[in-house]
C-alpha cells in the first residue's frame, strides 16, 4: 500500500490475554460472523466461526438446556457443544464468544447460562469472551479500539452485501449466480481485512475497495425485473431473523414464493445499543461528561464509516436506503414510544412503519417462540396495519418444530399480492 500510512502494528503481544487463544464466534449471519472473525486474526488471535448449523446442533442444545431458554440460545448452546466434540477441541486453548446487554429480555442471562452448562459437563476451563461498553471493553485490552472500529466496519460490509444479495437473487436468470457473488464478495472482504493494513483510514479505504468490487460483479449478474414482485419487510428478533438455520431460511422460501425481501440487519441494532447509551447517560445528567463526549465520538465515526462503506451502493439502494435509528423511533412512537419501551420490539415496529411507507408490500416479524419482543410487536401490529393502509403484517416464531412454514407463507403472499394491487403507498423506486 502506497498512500503513505503508518502501519502501525495492531497484534497482540506475547502477554495479552488473547494470545495464542482460538475464539470461537457464533454465526448469528453467515457472512457477517466470517468477516467479524477476520477481525480478530487481523489483530493476532485465531478465529472462527462456529461450523454451520445442522440436526445435531437442536439435538446438543436440547440435550444441555432446560426448555425455559429462548430458542437462538439452544442454537447457540449446541453449535458451541459441536466446536466442543470435534477433533482435537483444546478447552484450555478456546474462547467462545458471547456478547452481552442489558435490557428487558433474556439475552444478558446467555453468557452466565453458557458458563454454567460448560461448568456442568466437565468444560470449565473455556473461556467466555464477553467484551462489554459497561468496563470499556477491557477483555481487549489494548485492541479494544481497533477492535470495536474494524468489527463495526466488518458488519456493516457484511450487511450490504446481503442486502445487493437479497435485491437481486429473486431476478437471477442463472440460479445461484447472486449467491456465487455474495459468497466471493465476503471472501474478498474477509482476506482483505485479514491481510489489510492496520491504519484506520488505510483499513477503510481497502473495505470500500472491496465494495466496488463487488458492486462491479452485481452489477453483471444476468436478470429479469420484473415490477410486480411484491417487496416483503423482515423484521423481529435478530439471532432468529438472521440465522438461516433457525427461521428455516424464510427469505430463500419466500423468494421461491416469488417475493422480494428487505432485511433488517445488524448494523440497525448496534446503533440501537447506541442511543441507549447516550439516552442513559442524559437519564443520569452526564450531558457534559467524558463518557458523553467518548460515545458521541464513537457515533460519528460509526456513520462515517457506514456511509463511506454503502457509498458504492448508493445508487443501487436509492429509494431503499436503511433509516436512522431516531427516525426508526419516530416511526414506532404513536405505538411504543423508545423511552417507555426497550429492546427489539421499538426496532420491530418502527421498521415495520417505516417499511410500509417506503415500498413494502407486506411485512413478516420472526421471532423465537415466546420471545417477549415477538409478542408485544404483535399485539400492536393490528393498529399499524389500519394506519397503513391494511398492509398485512404476520409474526412467524420459530422454535425448530415448524411444519406448516411453506402452506403459511404461501397463504401469507396471497394476501401481499392483493395488498400490491389495492395499497394506497406506493411504492418507492427501487433503484433500479
Ligand atoms: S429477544 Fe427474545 S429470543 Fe432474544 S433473548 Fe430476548 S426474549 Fe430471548
Excluded at 495492531?10 to 468477516?35: C, N, Q
Excluded at 417487496?231 to 421461491?256: H, Q
Excluded at 421499538?346 to 413478516?364: M, N, P, Q, R
Excluded at 412467524?396 to 415448524?402: E, H, I, S
Aim: hydrophobic share 35%.
Amino acid at each position: 500500500m502506497s498512500n503513505g500510512c503508518r502501519h502501525l502494528s495492531r497484534k497482540i503481544g506475547p502477554e495479552h490475554p488473547l494470545a495464542g487463544k482460538i475464539v470461537y464466534i457464533p454465526t448469528m449471519a453467515d457472512g457477517s460472523a466470517e468477516a467479524f472473525a477476520a477481525v480478530f486474526r487481523w489483530l493476532g488471535v485465531d478465529a472462527s466461526p462456529t461450523p454451520p448449523s445442522d440436526e445435531l446442533t437442536r439435538e446438543l442444545g436440547s440435550r444441555y438446556t432446560n426448555g425455559d431458554e429462548c430458542y437462538p440460545a439452544k442454537v447457540i448452546v449446541g453449535d458451541f457443544v459441536r466446536v466442543i466434540q470435534q477433533p482435537g477441541f483444546d478447552a484450555k486453548r478456546s474462547m467462545f464468544f458471547m456478547p452481552t446487554a442489558d435490557g428487558p429480555c433474556r439475552f444478558g442471562q446467555y453468557a452466565p447460562m453458557l458458563g454454567k452448562i460448560l461448568r456442568d459437563i466437565g468444560y470449565g476451563d473455556v473461556q467466555i469472551l464477553s467484551p462489554t461498553s459497561k468496563n470499556s471493553y477491557a477483555d481487549l485490552g489494548e485492541v479494544s479500539t481497533p477492535f470495536m472500529r474494524g468489527g463495526w466496519r466488518a458488519l456493516v460490509a457484511a450487511s450490504v452485501l446481503r442486502k445487493a444479495l437479497h435485491r437481486k437473487r429473486p431476478y437471477e436468470t442463472i440460479p445461484g449466480s447472486s449467491d456465487k457473488v455474495y459468497e466471493e464478495g465476503i471472501a474478498d472482504l474477509c482476506s482483505t481485512i485479514e491481510q489489510g493494513c492496520s491504519h484506520n483510514g488505510c483499513q477503510l479505504d481497502a473495505i470500500v475497495a472491496v465494495m466496488r468490487r463487488s458492486r462491479e460483479k452485481f452489477a453483471r449478474i444476468a436478470v429479469r425485473y420484473d415490477d410486480s414482485v411484491p417487496l416483503i419487510g423482515v423484521v423481529g428478533e435478530i439471532f432468529c431473523r438472521l440465522n438461516t438455520f433457525s427461521n428455516e431460511d424464510l427469505i430463500r422460501k419466500l423468494e421461491s414464493y416469488g417475493a422480494q425481501a428487505w432485511l433488517s440487519d445488524i448494523p440497525e441494532w448496534i446503533m440501537y445499543t447506541n442511543s441507549e447509551q447516550l439516552r442513559k447517560l442524559k437519564l443520569q445528567g452526564q450531558y457534559w461528561s467524558m463518557e458523553m463526549l467518548k460515545a458521541r465520538i464513537r457515533w460519528y465515526v460509526q456513520e462515517r464509516d457506514e456511509h463511506a462503506i454503502t457509498e458504492p451502493f448508493k445508487q443501487d439502494f436509492a429509494g431503499s436506503e436503511e433509516p436512522d435509528v431516531y427516525e426508526v423511533f419516530e416511526y414506532a412512537r404513536p405505538y411504543l414510544p423508545n423511552d417507555g419501551a426497550l429492546g427489539e420490539m421499538v426496532l420491530s415496529v418502527g421498521k415495520a412503519a417505516y417499511l410500509a411507507k417506503h415500498g413494502a408490500d407486506g411485512i413478516i416479524d420472526i421471532s423465537p417462540f415466546t420471545c417477549m419482543n415477538g409478542i408485544v410487536s404483535e399485539a400492536v401490529y393490528p393498529k399499524l396495519s389500519k394506519d397503513y393502509g391494511g398492509i398485512p403484517i404476520r409474526n412467524f416464531y420459530f422454535d425448530g418444530t415448524q411444519s406448516e412454514l411453506d402452506r403459511d407463507l404461501g397463504i401469507y403472499m396471497e394476501l401481499a399480492r392483493s395488498y400490491r394491487e389495492k395499497k394506497p403507498l406506493h411504492a418507492a423506486s427501487r433503484g433500479r
